[in-house]
């Protein structure tokens, strides 16, 4: 990723992360370092045949962590250091990679299409995609091979629709926030500092990686993101419950005030404003612990033909 944000004009910088620990949390970091150590290079990257760690990750002590970041509070005690962790103009790099197929004369990019139905193709292998191009009423349909299904909140409707119904995948969705902030408590704060997640009596609710401090290209603080479930409508198509969802409001302030104290204790309540936020899509509801990602490949014949990647 940083060879092409050198070789295309991506912006980037390259900060560290900590992820800091209380002593009742070590366990977690202590579990996330042993997982890089056993990380290795895929056979198709160009550092597959490097002695070079895939993912290089250092434990170090609570003092050592506010040796980095004195605003950390002093119950921290260790602290996972990534120091290849970095930021990157998420825009510039869809827009290189956008230029990439347009200037491909065995790609095509199309704008504003709807998949509205997928099905095994009974003709040969893989699958008959229909689509719907912008306003029309008339659509299009295509034979595909291979699927790729990155649809976003949409992409569990369309694997949906090719599973059986006792085989389909739940659907729970949150609103996550974040809050921008200006004030005491993140002098010279220069690396993203991520907080563990709980642990205890409160593992239950452990559904996401907790309100963590995000720095962007010009060096703005932002906490975030929180979860916060809500119960979208049968199907999920009701674009004015999304977009009421899409709203930032003070609503969540003094709670991510409090996560944020957990780590960085000197921050004011009164620095925090409400910036953007998102729906986080899950593939477990509340209480039903953590899951991150799911990859999975489903065929189109019983043969083995055709894939659908999601």
Request: glycine fraction near 12%; proline fraction near 8%; hydrophobic fraction near 35%.
């Given at each position: 990723m940083y060879d092409r944000c050198r070789t295309h004009g991506i912006p980037y910088k390259k900060v560290g992360k900590l992820v800091v620990a209380r002593a009742e949390q070590e366990a977690y970091i202590y579990s996330l370092h042993a997982k890089a150590e056993k990380l290795s290079w895929s056979p198709l990257s160009q550092a597959f045949n490097f002695p070079t760690p895939t993912l290089h990750t250092t434990l170090i002590s609570g003092d050592e962590a506010r040796e980095v970041e004195p605003n950390l509070h002093q119950d921290i005690t260790a602290a996972l250091w990534s120091p290849e962790t970095g930021i990157i103009d998420s825009h510039a790099l869809m827009e290189s990679l956008e230029k990439d197929i347009a200037d491909n004369e065995n790609s095509e990019l199309v704008y504003s299409t709807k998949v509205v139905r997928i099905d095994r193709?009974?003709?040969?292998?893989?699958?008959?995609?229909?689509?719907?191009?912008?306003?029309?009423?008339?659509?299009?349909?295509?034979?595909?091979?291979?699927?790729?299904?990155?649809?976003?909140?949409?992409a569990p409707l369309i694997l949906n629709a090719i599973l059986p119904e006792e085989q389909r995948l739940p659907m729970f969705f949150a609103r996550g926030s974040y809050a921008s902030?200006?004030?005491?408590?993140?002098?010279?704060?220069?690396?993203?500092?991520?907080?563990?997640?709980?642990?205890?009596?409160?593992?239950?609710?452990?559904?996401?990686?907790?309100?963590?401090?995000?720095?962007?290209?010009?060096?703005?603080?932002?906490?975030?993101?929180?979860?916060?479930?809500?119960?979208?409508?049968?199907?999920?198509?009701?674009?004015?419950f999304w977009q009421k969802h899409l709203v930032p409001d003070d609503s969540r302030?003094?709670?991510?005030?409090?996560?944020?104290?957990?780590?960085?204790?000197?921050?004011?309540?009164?620095?925090?404003?409400?910036?953007?936020?998102?729906v986080r899509p899950k593939l477990v509801g509340p209480g039903g612990g953590f899951q991150d990602f799911v990859f999975r490949q489903d065929k189109a014949s019983g043969h083995g033909e055709g894939e659908m990647i999601s």
């Open positions: 193709n009974t003709d040969g292998p893989g699958w008959v995609v229909q689509l719907v191009t912008g306003g029309s009423n008339e659509g299009d349909a295509l034979v595909a091979r291979t699927v790729i299904n990155c649809a976003g909140l949409a902030y200006r004030g005491p408590g993140v002098e010279h704060v220069s690396h993203l500092i991520y907080p563990c997640p709980a642990v205890g009596k409160d593992s239950h609710a452990f559904h996401s990686l907790g309100t963590h401090l995000t720095l962007d290209l010009q060096g703005k603080i932002r906490f975030g993101p929180d979860l916060d479930w809500i119960d979208p409508p049968e199907g999920s198509e009701d674009a004015d302030l003094a709670l991510m005030h409090d996560a944020v104290r957990e780590y960085l204790p000197n921050i004011s309540a009164q620095g925090l404003q409400p910036d953007y936020c998102g």
